[in-house]
C-alpha cells in the first residue's frame, strides 16, 4: 500500500476490503455449501489451491485454508485499494458508488474467473465453462465486493461533514 498516504485513508480502505472479503468468503461458503456440501474450510483450501494445487490444498488441513484465508483478504484489501486508487484520480467514481462499485465488481469477476484462476495452480489452464451459477456469482460479486469497495473509498476520500 502507498505510504504517502494519511493512516485514516489507509485503515479506511483496508476496512473496506476486510468487508468485501468477509461477504465474499460467506457468499461462496453458502453458495457452495448448498451446492456440492462444501465446508467454510473446504472454501478457503480452494482458495489455497491457486498456490499449491488442488489436491495439495485439500490434502493440506488447516494450514493450507490459514493461507487461503491470507490470501483471500490480500486480493481484497488489494481490490479495494485498487478502486480507491482509481478514485484519486477519477473523483467522479465515488460520486455513484453503486453504479461503479458494480461495474467495478463486474471487472473484478472477469479478471479472476477468466484470468487468474485459470493461470493459477487451482485452475487447469483453460477458461471455464458457462453455467447458470455464474449470473450469481456475478451479482454476488458486484454487490458484495464492488460496491464495498467503492464505498471505502468515498469514506476514504470524502470529508464526513460533506453533502
Known amino acids: 500500500m502507498p505510504s504517502h498516504l494519511p493512516a485514516r485513508q489507509l485503515a479506511v480502505v483496508a476496512l473496506a476490503g476486510i468487508v468485501a472479503g468477509t461477504l465474499d468468503l460467506v457468499y461462496a461458503s453458502t453458495f457452495w455449501g448448498i451446492q456440492l456440501g462444501f465446508t467454510p474450510l473446504q472454501i478457503l483450501q480452494s482458495v489455497a489451491a491457486g ?3 488442488r489436491d495439495a490444498a485439500y490434502g493440506g488441513g488447516v494450514p493450507a485454508a490459514l493461507l487461503g484465508a491470507t490470501s483471500h483478504y490480500a486480493i481484497a484489501i488489494a481490490m479495494a485499494m485498487a478502486f480507491f486508487l482509481a478514485a484519486r484520480r ?5 460520486l455513484r458508488p453503486a453504479v461503479y462499485g458494480a461495474l467495478y465488481g ?6 479472476m474467473t477468466y484470468v487468474v484462476v485459470p493461470l493459477s495452480n487451482a485452475g487447469s489452464g483453460q477458461l471455464p465453462a458457462w453455467r447458470w451459477e455464474n449470473l450469481s456469482h456475478i451479482a454476488g460479486h458486484m454487490v458484495l465486493v464492488g460496491i464495498p469497495c467503492a464505498l471505502g473509498a ?3 476520500l470524502v470529508p464526513s461533514n460533506a453533502p
Not at 106 to 111: E, G, H
Open 90 to 94: 477519477r473523483p467522479a467514481l465515488v
Open 51 to 53: 498456490w499449491l494445487g
Open 106 to 111: 463486474l471487472v473484478l469477476y472477469a479478471a
Open 154 to 156: 468515498r469514506r476514504a
